[in-house]
């Protein structure tokens, strides 16, 4: 019986000939030997009931905590997670929107894109969408 080859994940983060990236991403990851893709759809801070979060801090919170769920739907967590982009309703949310991501994904980099957009509702302040390898 032949065993499947073990995912690996390889980060690409050149310093010479493109500008640097910074602690908290990097410019590209390879994904070597995925058996699945899972893209999951910009995800906000709302609760079960659909009501979002009172605050900022709460909405990350409560977007981490969907993402962690939906993940755990496929059979991943964040540590499957292999790209980002975030949509926030203000550029005065990226430090803390990039601090609640690197405590998510434990101090772990991936190429990440925050982009200041109006949300269609403006109660949503963040919006996160990401793709999983597995």
Not at 1 to 9: A, G, L, R, V
Not at 22 to 29: G, L, P
Not at 36 to 65: H, K, N, P, Y
Not at 66 to 75: E, K, P, V
């Amino acid at each position: 019986m032949t065993s499947k080859p073990q995912m690996e994940i390889v980060t690409h983060d050149p310093d010479v000939g493109v500008y640097a990236s910074s602690s908290d991403y990097v410019h590209a990851v390879e994904v070597r030997n995925a058996q699945r893709l899972l893209f999951v759809a910009g995800t906000m801070g709302l609760d079960a009931t659909g009501a979002a979060g009172a605050t900022l801090e709460e909405q990350l919170g409560l977007i981490w905590s969907n993402l962690r769920t939906i993940l755990a739907s496929a059979g991943m967590t964040v540590d499957n997670i292999v790209r980002l982009t975030s949509y926030l309703r203000d550029a005065s949310y990226a430090e803390a929107n990039a601090a609640a991501r690197v405590a998510a994904l434990g101090g772990r980099v991936i190429p990440t894109t925050a982009i200041v957009a109006q949300t269609l509702d403006t109660d949503w302040l963040v919006e996160i969408e990401i793709t999983a390898a597995g």
